[in-house]
């Protein structure tokens, strides 16, 4: 591709739902993709660290018995209604 090709880049991302690798020299240098893309792409990226932060919870003996927790919870909740 030629430089300065913006406008068709965004709409090869945008309408062909693509990436596309910019590469300087042969190498791979930037990515581009549509924005709603990036968006998915983080929150699945978030959602799996949410997990796997919970995973090493588990793991770890971090955890508690789920009664407990909503017992927790209620109380929280009452503490705010008064």
């Known amino acids: 591709m030629r430089k300065n090709q913006y406008h068709e880049i965004s709409k090869q991302c945008?309408?062909?739902?693509?990436?596309?690798?910019?590469?300087?020299?042969?190498?791979?240098?930037?990515?581009?993709l549509a924005y709603e893309e990036y968006k998915r792409m983080k929150a699945r990226i978030e959602l799996l660290e949410t997990l796997a932060e919970a995973e090493s919870d588990v793991n770890n003996g971090?955890?508690?018995?789920?009664?407990e927790t909503?017992?927790?919870?209620?109380n929280m909740l009452q503490e705010d209604l008064i």
């Open 14 to 32: 945008r309408e062909d739902n693509t990436v596309v690798i910019i590469t300087v020299n042969g190498r791979g240098d930037t990515v581009s």
């Open 62 to 67: 971090k955890v508690a018995p789920v009664r």
């Open 70 to 74: 909503f017992d927790d919870l209620r």
